[in-house]
């Protein structure tokens, strides 16, 4: 039996609205129960948005929590250090966990079983390998700079490093999962057990006598990670193992290390530019203020699910039509703008209603933020309003340029950031990363305009692939 949204209106809602909603519904079922390429890109959208909300949940309690446990002061400190943990991390994978994206599909479409036994073995090695390179530099890199580092920083540092190589493999597995479909395998790992496991395993050791501060914290962030990054591996092995029969292996590490390249600085200029508000404010302000400033950040995030739903459902997809099928890859590109902006639009009417008194929970002083939201909101929709560009100009080969435009507004922000943030502290934080968004959104849908020949703006009319 097939769950249909046009058959549980009719027996839910009154009969008047069911009929005005049945067309829309009607839609939406012929997305998620077909069985082409579009409806499995829908069904893992769909997916990957309900693990994003109910991820969105579980985070703003458990920060809520962790700011009352912790105070603002040791809450911010473990937001710096987690947040770089999980951007260095990444970036660690050096774009493997993206390319995979690009590869197994293209060798499982054409049985080059060789092919997608070597990647999906010298992706994990390769990762595990450079992150720990990463982690034992990074290691080095806190030792020797101690005496110009903030000492209440220090150790924590220290501490969140030993957790790196087990990011970088998440991140890895969970591309892996993404490109053969496993929407729940991908997702469920990163963005439920783990937020969970790290509440659950802090509410612990609390209760055990632990200090409630940015150590604790941050010991317990990365058991959480080791245990679920390892049973991720052995859960996604085991699977793959039981789809794919035994055989030779070729290793094409130079052309996957040459494509990945610049997928990495894709990545890592898109973390980067994401992340870099929460970076500078650390830099130049207090603790205090790097905890309000996420606080905020926290309760806009579900706005941002919706794009990263929708691009972790279209990717794959993306790949697949780049291959002759252009009319195929330019209704699909354009119809996920449409399944990124208006859902996004609507979480941000829902936020700005009740972005004060969400903030309010997470203690006092933490609603000061709450004015941020409405600056930071532009930025937000402005990059949903062209859906997800650079998984198109990633997946269709035209890599290197989106690496180049997120190199441009990388700089805009940091640049902004360093002018703006020493004379109006958070409001300058929330502005360079707004006016980067814009130009980020801006740059990239004018790119694949002239690429690919495709409007990846929400209000543009379509224009037929060049």
Not at 14 to 29: E, H, K, S, T, V
Not at 191 to 198: D, K
Not at 277 to 296: E, R, S
Not at 365 to 380: C, E, R, S, T
Request: glycine content about 8%.
């Amino acid at each position: 039996m097939r769950l249909s949204a046009a058959t549980t209106a009719e027996r839910l809602l009154p009969q008047r609205l069911a009929l005005r909603a049945r067309p829309l519904l009607g839609r939406i079922d012929a997305v998620l129960s077909g069985a082409d390429a579009r409806g499995e890109a829908g069904r893992m959208s769909v997916i990957a948005f309900v693990v994003r909300i109910v991820s969105a949940v579980i985070a703003f309690a458990s920060q809520v929590l962790m700011a009352r446990w912790m105070g603002s002061f040791e809450y911010g400190i473990m937001v710096l250090v987690w947040t770089t943990m999980i951007i260095v991390g990444g970036l660690s994978c050096l774009g493997f966990h993206a390319s995979v994206v690009r590869f197994i599909p293209e060798y499982r479409q054409h049985s080059r079983l060789a092919e997608l036994r070597g990647v999906l073995v010298s992706s994990r090695l390769f990762v595990l390998t450079i992150s720990s390179v990463f982690a034992l530099v990074g290691g080095l890199g806190v030792w020797l700079s101690s005496g110009w580092i903030e000492s209440y920083y220090v150790v924590p540092f220290v501490l969140g490093i030993t957790c790196l190589p087990m990011v970088a493999l998440s991140d890895l597995l969970q591309g892996i999962a993404r490109a053969h479909s496993w929407a729940l395998s991908a997702l469920l790992p990163t963005y439920i057990v783990r937020p969970l496991l790290i509440l659950a395993l802090m509410a612990l050791m609390l209760a055990t006598g632990f200090a409630p501060d940015a150590r604790t914290g941050i010991l317990a962030a990365i058991a959480a990670t080791y245990a679920t990054s390892i049973g991720q591996l052995l859960g996604l092995t085991r699977r793959i193992d039981a789809g794919l029969p035994r055989g030779p292996t070729t290793i094409r590490f130079g052309h996957w290390f040459a494509v990945s390249l610049p997928i990495f600085l894709v990545e890592s200029f898109f973390f980067l530019l994401t992340n870099a508000d929460v970076l500078m404010v650390g830099f130049y302000l207090k603790p205090d203020d790097v905890g309000i400033y996420f606080a905020t950040v926290k309760t806009l995030a579900l706005v941002h699910f919706v794009y990263f739903a929708v691009k972790a459902g279209a990717a794959t997809r993306y790949a697949e039509f780049t291959h002759g099928e252009p009319e195929k890859l330019a209704a699909f590109a354009r119809e996920t703008v449409s399944w990124t902006f208006w859902p996004s639009l609507a979480m941000a009417a829902a936020v700005l209603t009740l972005g004060e008194p969400m903030l309010s929970l997470f203690g006092p002083g933490f609603a000061a933020g709450y004015p941020l939201l409405f600056l930071l909101v532009l930025g937000v929709v402005a990059r949903a309003a062209v859906g997800p560009c650079e998984s198109l100009l990633t997946m269709s080969g035209n890599q290197n340029i989106c690496a180049a435009v997120y190199a441009i507004a990388l700089v805009l922000n940091i640049g902004l950031n360093i002018v703006l943030i020493p004379q109006f502290e958070l409001w300058g934080a929330a502005a360079s990363t707004t006016l980067a968004m814009v130009f980020e959104a801006a740059a990239l849908s004018f790119t694949v305009r002239r690429r690919l020949g495709i409007a990846m703006v929400i209000f543009l009319p379509a224009r037929r692939p060049a």
